[in-house]
């Protein structure tokens, strides 16, 4: 098989992968909103993210998503907003505050408790720690000395953690899960790791030419 031949079987094996972990992803968040009562707008928001999902499958080459990943940024905005219309309880209550503001999600899963403390995170020994909207139990973890129970993406090198990755579809995936919450923090957050420039590229230019 010729090296280019290759390469791209590689990286539509990875993309696969990557959206194995949106579908049970999906998955969670639709057993979630079940558990608790089925509210109908987040049963809506559900039925929307499974609709961009079976489009995205059902497309001819999924390595579309390379060169226009918004659609997962679709798909995860419409997971924060299920989420958001849920009961508040222990990890589940994302809706807004009496100011009207949103609680952010845990940054290193946005599917643990809300991130209701932050803490100081230190994204590798080259990099200078930095504070951190995360969950009490990522925050517990890295008081002690800890990793945080990161999320991770399948690719070529193996599994990863977001803030090692580099492409455009971990960060339409970040920027929809903190649609609500607001990306403010973001940039300050991920500064000088693998997402760094892919992030900025995108909250400054293709999102918001996306939205115009």
């Given at each position: 098989m010729p090296a280019h031949d290759r390469e791209a079987a590689q990286a539509r094996a990875v993309l696969l992968?990557?959206?194995?972990?949106?579908?049970?992803?999906?998955?969670?968040?639709?057993?979630?909103?079940?558990?608790?009562?089925?509210?109908?707008?987040?049963?809506?928001?559900?039925?929307?993210?499974?609709?961009?999902?079976?489009?995205?499958?059902?497309?001819?080459?999924?390595?579309?998503?390379?060169l226009d990943p918004t659609p997962v940024g679709w798909f995860t905005a419409q997971l924060a907003q299920a989420r958001a219309c849920l009961p508040a309880g222990p990890g589940e209550g994302f809706g807004p505050d009496a100011?009207?503001?949103?609680?952010?999600?845990?940054?290193?899963?946005?599917?643990?408790?809300?991130?209701?403390?932050s803490a100081l995170w230190q994204p590798s020994p080259q990099l200078l720690p930095r504070p951190v909207?995360?969950?009490?139990?990522?925050?517990?973890r890295l008081a002690a000395g800890q990793p945080p129970r990161a999320r991770e993406f399948a690719t070529e090198r193996g599994p990863r953690p977001l803030w090692a990755c580099g492409d455009r579809i971990q960060v339409f995936w970040l920027l929809g899960h903190f649609t609500l919450a607001g990306w403010e923090r973001l940039a300050a957050v991920f500064a000088h790791t693998a997402l760094a420039s892919p992030l900025n590229y995108v909250m400054t230019?293709?999102?918001s030419d996306d939205h115009d």
């Open positions: 992968r990557v959206l194995d972990g949106f579908d049970a992803e999906l998955a969670d968040v639709e057993a979630r909103v079940a558990r608790l009562g089925s509210p109908a707008a987040a049963v809506s928001r559900t039925l929307a993210a499974a609709g961009i999902r079976d489009a995205w499958r059902a497309a001819p080459d999924p390595t579309d998503l390379f100011s009207g503001r949103y609680t952010a999600p845990c940054l290193f899963d946005p599917h643990h408790a809300p991130a209701e403390v909207p995360c969950c009490a139990e990522d925050a517990a230019h293709q999102w």
